[in-house]
């Protein structure tokens, strides 16, 4: 466990980077993390994501499979992995603020 | 069936390669899956793995090969079994395994287990898979050896290639045969 600062706020992060507490996160660590994951500019679809991830992990206690993702966020599968390439469940877990999900599928 | 699913689970995490873990090992770039059996749990293993590189950044192709054609094809894969007999880890006599009626209600409700971990059904599995970028291609031998044309295969299936292009398009990864 580590600390990272993201638009100008300390946060706790794990070793991967991924935030341990969702609550000290804000729209502004989000473009952040975006940006230092390749991702220049946040558009409303990677904010369809971003949002459902954040929201099933604060109702559920845990992240969307790729599968959930595909279905209910409103974002289909093929575009999930062009909005976020290097792994969308993974990528958008990151830039939402919650913990690195745990799932295979 | 529950130790079945936990080492299916295993083996997509060991797909895990986003990162050097400080042992100097390259993290792996690019998988090639072959898929060789028309079993239940011999189709899911691969999809796992295939599905898991994907969502790791890892590029992935997956490659069916003799009853492994299954899996994509149309007038089979939404009735793949789980294998009751000569299936050791079941624990079921063998006698038992091989009554009318067992193999299919064992695969049902392995199909129910699954469907509570949201692991979706061969079909759905297979266009997430090739909806990530992953292309998926027949073998040439087996499809001729089937009699069968690429008209007998669902839709996302990118080509029927030889072993010569499958080890082309495997180049520069590693080769994970299921």
Known sequence: MS??????????VDDEGFMTDPDQWNEQIADQIAAENGIDQLTDRHWMVVNYMRQSYLEEGSAPSIRTLGKASGVP?????QLFPKGPAKKAAKIAGIPKPRGCI | MSELLEQTESNGQTATADQADGSGNEPIKKVSVIISKGSLEGIYPGLIMANGARMEGIEASVFFTF??????????HENVKVST??????????M?????????MVTKKLNAEMEKLDIPPIPEFIEMISDSGAPLYGCKASVDLFGLSSDDF???????????????YAAGGQIIFT
């Open chain 1, 3 to 12: 600390t990272a600062t993201y638009a100008g706020t300390a946060v706790e």
């Open chain 1, 77 to 81: 599968i093929k575009e999930l992995y």
């Open chain 2, 67 to 76: 009853f492994g054609l299954d899996a994509i094809n149309k007038s089979k």
């Open chain 2, 85 to 94: 007999v000569g299936n050791p880890g079941l624990h079921l006599a063998t």
């Open chain 2, 96 to 104: 038992v395994g091989g009554l009318p009626g067992v193999s299919a």
């Open chain 2, 154 to 168: 669902i839709p996302q299936v990118n080509d029927i290639i030889t072993v010569g292009e499958f080890y082309d």
